[in-house]
């Protein structure tokens, strides 16, 4: 078998929010210390543009007291992306702060796996607690998109391209997937929020956001298991990307970070299970 093709692979980090360490694992944590989260697209450049999900928008930054810092579609043109012309957009799941900006791609089909579409117009939606991480509008956007013929559902491990593949996996949401991107430095695996943090996944806490504990539990385990080492991991929601991986011109520091070159590992180590 041929090797795959390489992709480039990027971060964009266009939003953050204050939070305390607490916030981020269920059973909270001893140490009563900030812990921003970030808020990323991800894009895989290759013999065609991939993006992975889309952020949410500057109304829903306001309404739901995020600092927005940037448009993340507008931002894909600082890597040579158009989004007007991109043909294929991977959602990881539904939730607001992945799938916000779909109306911004008018040639694209959808990548998603089938059981987050039915998550999020099914029952689980009447209970709060679950239904606060959608918003009603992107999830209306996907049924129209639907019939419209441009929302490809996935019921499993799919390769939507060589060198581009999706993985299912439960726990934060019910139709969550990750991606693999094969890079230079080999298959990266773009855990989106299967990992929020890398503490989550190396310290085996759940994130307060959960659909089911077990599975989410499970999926860190699925995570290890696609990932050649640790440092092909990319969580989702992590502000220590931003520091591992260096940007993509000293411009974009901490705007877009390349994540097709190996991160520091010296970085990566000061985050060892701490109890
Ligand atoms: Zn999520």
Redesign the pocket.
Known sequence: MSEPPVYELFAIRYATREAKRADHFIGGDPHDAPMAMDYFLWVAKGPKAFIIDTGFTAEVAKKRGRTYLRDPIDTLKLIGVDADAVEDVILT?L?Y??VGNFYRFPKAQFHLQEPEMHYATGRHIRHSRLAH?FEVEDVVGMVRLNFAKRVMFHNGGAELAPGITLHPVGG??AGLQFVKVHTKRGWVVVAS?TTHFYENMMTGRPFT?AFHVGLMLEAFDTLRAHAETPQHIVPGHDPLVMTFYPPVSPELAGIVARLDVAPDDTELSKIAPQH
């Open positions: 799941h939730h702060d992945h991480s934060h949401s929020d956001t």
